[in-house]
């Protein structure tokens, strides 16, 4: 069981936009910025988003990220065959004193 | 950029300890927060524990009472020793660097993972 909640699937069509929602509590993503991890099949996860919305280099603007209280969102945008993959958030917890994951999203390019 | 690279056993037997080490190349260890992260086999990913190159460190206290993470700085390694391993402990097994600044905190470079079985 994830403290942070992601649902398990998401999938689009080539070009289409999607969104990958994840929420948590106000110990978590309520008081700290939320992060987003891409891992594709096989490989380490990779950084995709930091502080809420921001894109480390070299990742393209079709994706992006917002939060409201106590759920963020990740959008990508004109979605690629390369962007099937599994969406991790992840949220510093003050409770915790560490960082907690989602259980991931597992996007389908249809 | 700096890199990570996980090396150990990849398999362990039951009641036994796992012992994993970081290497960081193309950067000083020093400054900067480390971690273990694992991932089971078709699961998603929980957070192990992380250590300050000063050697201060925080454990998830889901693993507390088992994990024990290191740092060698001449070497520019971490080490990670988890005791009393059951099947449940069967997981790739990754390192990352955690950026922590005015921006939030964030496992900003991963190793490959390592695979670590629990088998008789």
């Known amino acids: 069981q994830s403290v942070l909640t992601q649902p398990p699937s998401a999938s689009g069509t080539p070009g289409q936009r999607v969104t990958i929602s994840c929420s948590g509590s106000s110990s978590n993503i309520g008081s700290n910025t939320v992060n987003w991890y891409q891992q594709l099949p096989g490989t380490a996860p990779k950084l995709l988003i930091y502080s809420n919305n921001q894109r480390p280099s070299g990742v393209p603007d079709r994706f992006s990220g917002s939060k409201s209280g106590t759920s963020v969102s990740l959008a990508i945008s004109g979605l690629q065959s390369e962007d099937e993959a599994d969406y991790y958030c992840?949220?510093?917890?003050?409770?915790?004193?560490?960082?907690?994951f989602g259980g991931g999203t597992k996007l389908t390019v249809l | 950029q700096v890199q990570l690279q996980e090396s150990g056993p990849g398999l362990v037997k039951p009641s036994e300890t796992l012992s994993l080490t970081c290497t960081v190349s193309?950067?000083?260890?020093?400054?900067?927060?480390w971690s273990w992260i694992r991932q089971p086999p078709g699961k998603g990913l929980e957070w192990i524990g992380y250590?300050?190159?000063?050697?201060?460190?925080n454990y998830n206290p889901s693993l507390r009472s088992r994990v024990i993470i290191s740092v060698d700085t001449s070497k520019n390694q971490f080490s990670l020793k988890l005791t009393s391993v059951t099947a449940a402990d069967t997981a790739v097994y990754y390192c990352a660097r955690l950026m922590d600044d005015s921006s939030g905190s964030q496992f900003d470079s991963w190793g490959q993972g390592t695979l670590v079985t629990v088998s008789s």
């Open positions: 250590i300050f190159y000063s050697g201060t460190s």
């Open positions: 193309g950067g000083s260890i020093s400054s900067y927060f």
């Open positions: 992840a949220a510093w917890d003050d409770s915790l004193n560490g960082p907690v």
